[in-house]
């Protein structure tokens, strides 16, 4: 995170008291729900409630009540000292601290906030196929850095030969909307994807060369067919060249898309 482990988002700054039985968060002003609603302490307080998921019952016995100070200053007490609340709130530990619209989950039910589910993150749903796919876009109007991929497409195959063909269509089909040479003779395509050090690396080799084309035509083709998957212009390219076949790899500091 860019200022530690617990980095400010939607609350702007918070306290705890001495005994760690009262925290008190700053809200961030002016952040827009996907529905055009303006986030407010009443939100986070619904939100806190409604959580009912795996730690639900630990961290609401511990409970004494949570309070709106006011539109943007929402106020926790515990009934014991509780230093590791906010351990609670990180992401990928609980999402007890997700945040959606009162009015709007009030207005249309669990069932209809199922359907159309709306938050304040930086991509606001579009559709849900359950076991098939989940599409999400990029919500102009979020808080912090808009995303430069503007459209995510999430979806589920089971068969790994059909992934893979899946892919390799893809990646053929945005190389000729980037203007990629035409093949001739066919590609062998294998992506590698590995995220290190906070990085994304993408890589794709074909195991057998078009007819015609030396290891520097091909490498960059695959560069081209790189370029056309993820966006043009996004991330640092490299190129490498291996025994039977040759690599274009991607590298995109996922530091700099948040």
Same mark, same amino acid.
């Given at each position: 995170?860019?200022?530690?482990?617990?980095?400010?988002?939607?609350?702007?700054?918070?306290?705890?008291?001495?005994?760690?039985?009262?925290?008190?968060?700053?809200?961030?002003?002016?952040?827009?729900?996907?529905?055009?609603?303006?986030?407010?302490?009443?939100?986070?307080?619904?939100?806190?409630?409604?959580?009912?998921?795996?730690?639900?019952?630990?961290?609401?016995?511990?409970?004494?009540?949570?309070?709106?100070?006011?539109?943007?200053?929402?106020?926790?007490?515990?009934?014991?000292?509780?230093?590791?609340?906010?351990?609670?709130?990180?992401?990928?530990?609980?999402?007890?601290?997700?945040?959606?619209?009162?009015?709007?989950?009030?207005?249309?039910?669990? +069932?209809?906030?199922?359907?159309?589910?709306?938050?304040?993150?930086?991509?606001?749903?579009?559709?849900?196929?359950?076991?098939?796919?989940?599409?999400?876009?990029?919500?102009?109007?979020?808080?912090?850095?808009?995303?430069?991929?503007?459209?995510?497409?999430?979806?589920?195959?089971?068969?790994? +030969?059909?992934?893979?063909?899946?892919?390799?269509?893809?990646?053929?089909?945005?190389?000729?909307?980037?203007? +990629?040479?035409?093949?001739?003779?066919?590609?062998?395509?294998?992506?590698?994807?590995?995220?290190?050090?906070?990085?994304?690396?993408?890589?794709?080799?074909?195991?057998?060369?078009?007819?015609?084309?030396?290891?520097?035509?091909?490498?960059?083709?695959?560069?081209?067919?790189?370029?056309?998957?993820?966006?043009?212009?996004?991330?640092?390219?490299?190129?490498?060249?291996?025994?039977?076949?040759?690599?274009?790899?991607?590298?995109?500091?996922?530091?700099?898309?948040?």
């Amino acid at each position: 995170m860019p200022e530690g482990m617990y980095t400010p988002c939607l609350a702007e700054s918070w306290t705890v008291s001495p005994n760690a039985k009262v925290f008190e968060f700053k809200l961030r002003k002016g952040v827009k729900f996907h529905n055009g609603d303006l986030m407010t302490a009443e939100d986070v307080v619904f939100s806190f409630w409604r959580y009912k998921a795996t730690h639900a019952k630990l961290i609401h016995d511990k409970t004494e009540k949570v309070e709106a100070v006011g539109p943007h200053l929402v106020r926790y007490h515990f009934k014991e000292p509780f230093p590791d609340f906010l351990e609670y709130l990180l992401p990928g530990v609980t999402s007890i601290s997700w945040v959606v619209p009162k009015k709007y989950v009030e207005k249309v039910g669990d +069932a209809g906030f199922k359907k159309n589910p709306v938050g304040c993150g930086p991509y606001r749903f579009v559709e849900f196929k359950p076991g098939m796919r989940v599409v999400g876009e990029a919500f102009e109007e979020y808080w912090r850095k808009v995303p430069h991929i503007k459209r995510i497409e999430l979806n589920t195959v089971s068969e790994p +030969a059909t992934r893979l063909a899946m892919v390799a269509n893809e990646l053929l089909i945005n190389a000729a909307k980037h203007g +990629a040479p035409s093949l001739s003779g066919e590609l062998h395509i294998r992506v590698d994807l590995e995220a290190k050090e906070g990085k994304l690396h993408l890589s794709v080799w074909n195991s057998g060369q078009p007819q015609g084309r030396d290891e520097e035509q091909v490498a960059g083709l695959g560069l081209q067919l790189v370029r056309g998957l993820i966006a043009q212009d996004q991330g640092r390219f490299a190129l490498k060249s291996y025994k039977g076949g040759s690599l274009a790899e991607v590298v995109i500091d996922t530091r700099e898309l948040q």
